[in-house]
């Protein structure tokens, strides 16, 4: 079995924010309808989280679910928890509409903290931070690549894809910056 390696290895960057990739995770995509049956049971039974509405992320303990369209949630366990909770998903939704996959390897997810994280992503996001709230999940972009964040524990987490990480670490490096300006 090959070793599990997070996309950049640990890579971080202090400025006037903390840059750092955390990886790896365990991420899983949900797609069902909201209204399938025994999808909240199933999400509670995998995270022991509710169901997230719009927009939101819930967190209890290492695991985490997460609103990102009508039909699609985002599961974060740890990563050696990833083929039991899809096992289990399988299970609670069994008869139902539903995909659940295992995207741990296709994400990057990174921390930026300190008290100015917030002006890290003020500078890639077109997203009004002023009325972003805590526990809301934003699917944006950073600079011209996609990705998701959220504020929790004095900081924001974000996730992107893998293939985009370097780039993204490098954007959030220079972002930190003290003086720096983009574009």
């Known amino acids: 079995m090959s070793k599990v390696v997070s996309a950049l290895e640990g890579a ?22 909201p209204d399938v049956v025994g999808l909240a049971e ?4 995998a995270t ?10 819930l967190r209890v303990g290492d695991k985490a679910a997460g609103w990102m369209s009508p039909d699609e949630y985002l599961l974060v366990v740890p990563y050696a928890h990833v083929a039991a909770t899809l096992a289990l998903l399988a299970e609670k939704l069994a008869g139902q509409h539903h995909l659940a996959v295992d995207v741990s390897d296709a994400r990057a997810v990174f921390r930026i903290e300190g008290p100015q994280a917030e002006q890290v992503l003020m500078k890639l996001a077109p997203v009004d931070f002023a009325t972003l709230e805590p526990g ?8 011209q690549v996609a990705a ?36």
């Open 48 to 57: 022991g989280c509710a169901l997230p509405a719009q927009r939101r992320i």
């Open 148 to 183: 998701a964040f959220w504020a929790e524990d004095g900081g924001f987490t974000l996730v992107c894809f893998r293939s985009v990480a370097a780039y993204v670490m490098g954007l959030l490096s220079h972002s930190a910056q003290k003086g720096s300006t983009l574009f």
């Open 136 to 143: 809301e999940l934003r699917r944006s972009r950073t600079a």
């Open 12 to 33: 971080s960057f202090d400025g006037f924010a903390q840059v750092r990739e955390i990886g790896p995770l365990g991420m899983i995509t949900l797609r069902a309808k």
């Open 42 to 45: 199933a999400v509670a039974a």
